[in-house]
């Protein structure tokens, strides 16, 4: 070895033994020159496209999200149904559609990216749009109602329909004076379901501005309903207001009458009626929350009812909310067994609150209710006789 080489070997053994010293008299320098560090910063980052944690995998529309217990994530591949959340409204909802769209995101969704469905008679504005797609990484979609799902139709006299609507305003019925109202009511009856954003899809969960989901959803509810062949689902009933379908359950048993073969024989009419019919207590689900299938209003029977209804022009002569109309039409024309009563699904809608009583049901779901405060047996909620009327049903069974 000649001079200069073995010079070279001195130096490096210097500069090597002094690293090792300073790596263990002072520990930030030993972190940041160990061999991992650097390495590290030579693979590419799982964070870095994404912006999200390292622990939170990254979003495969495929893969739903399941639950773990206590509420953490888990990925795993599941089977989806094929289903949709549909939110009507205006762009002046804008604050209060991105509220109900986070909590149910917070409470279901982010862990199965069902896609969301918004309408609207008008083009929904780009900050509506803006402001609403940042809140899930679903599919989200914004549609314009056709005009001949939405206005009034020809087909009514407005005359009529206006002298109708003063006397209401002057009875001092809600909404009474609304002709938009009365448009939104129809268009939930007999059209949503029909709108080209719509067909695609068989299940859907109607959603509402400024509604709130207070329990967590640790299954899928859509799936749910597939399997156990379910149609329709609620989680608040109560009585309507006499003054809003004064006419409607006349129509509803000459269209019974009619049409016997669509009325299912295990049916719900029970419910709704003492006397076999010959008049409506005004029980109904309350429909700004349904989780529900499309092929059930796109059927024969649902079809038929509704023209009929339509043809009888009281969505504008009187005030007849998608409410009754659903809820008439579920119970006559599905089975008892179809109708789905989510006792664990803690929803709020202004003014009433349905809050899971069942204290595991309420500790797994950390529910921010107070089940003291459910609306179930306020005295102006059907969910008694809901109650007593399954329970006549399984005795006679
Ligand atoms: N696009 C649109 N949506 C409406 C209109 N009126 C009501 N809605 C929507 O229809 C649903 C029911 O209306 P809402 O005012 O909540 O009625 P309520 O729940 O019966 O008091 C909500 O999703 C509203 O955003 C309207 O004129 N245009
Ligand atoms: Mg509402």
Redesign the pocket.
């Known amino acids: 070895m000649n001079t200069s080489a073995r010079y070279v070997i001195v130096v490096v053994a210097f500069i090597i033994s002094i690293h090792y010293i300073v790596s263990f008299t002072h520990e930030s320098y030993g972190r940041a020159t160990s061999i991992s560090n650097i390495t590290s910063k030579f693979r590419p980052s799982s964070s870095s496209n994404s912006g999200r944690p390292d622990n939170f995998p990254a979003h495969n529309p495929d893969s739903p999200w399941i639950p773990g217990g206590n509420g953490n994530d888990t990925l795993v591949v599941d089977k989806h149904a094929n289903a949709t959340f549909v939110i009507l409204a205006r762009n002046s909802d804008l604050q209060n559609t991105v509220r109900s769209i986070r909590e149910i995101e917070d409470r279901f969704n982010r862990r199965h990216r069902y896609p969301y469905v918004f309408l609207n008679e008008v083009p929904f504005t780009d900050e509506f749009k803006r402001r609403l797609s940042v809140l899930s990484s679903a599919k989200m979609e914004f549609g314009v109602i056709p005009r001949e799902h939405w206005f009034q139709p020809d087909s009514i006299d407005e005359a009529k329909a206006k002298a109708s609507r003063d006397k209401m305003v002057e009875k001092n019925i809600i909404y009474g004076g609304s002709v938009s109202y009365r448009n939104m009511c129809r268009f939930n009856s007999g059209f949503f379901f029909r709108h080209p954003l719509m067909e695609k899809y068989r299940w859907y969960w109607r959603i509402?501005?400024?509604?709130h989901f207070h329990c967590d959803i640790n299954y899928d509810p859509f799936l749910f309903m597939e399997t156990n062949k379910k149609v329709y689902s609620f989680t608040i009933t109560m009585y309507e207001y006499q003054a809003t379908i004064p006419t409607l359950w006349g129509h509803v048993m000459d269209f019974a009458k009619l049409h016997p073969e669509f009325i299912a024989h295990d049916n719900s009419l029970g419910f709704m009626s003492s006397n076999n019919g010959e008049s409506y207590n005004l029980c109904h689900f309350w429909s700004?929350f349904e989780i529900a299938d499309m092929e059930f209003w796109r059927g024969p029977a649902y079809t038929a009812f509704f023209e009929y209804l339509d043809k009888q022009g009281g969505f504008y002569y009187e005030r007849w909310g998608d409410a009754p109309v659903h809820s008439i039409a579920a119970a006559l024309f599905a089975s008892r067994d179809q109708i789905q009563f989510f006792d664990d699904i803690g929803y709020e809608?202004?003014p009433y609150t349905h809050c899971p009583k069942n204290k595991d049901v309420w500790e797994k779901g950390r529910c921010s209710c107070d089940p003291a405060k459910s609306f179930d047996y306020d005295g102006y909620s059907c969910m008694s006789k809901w109650d007593r009327f399954i329970e006549t049903k399984k005795k006679r069974k």
């Open positions: 509402e501005p400024d509604v700004n809608h202004n």
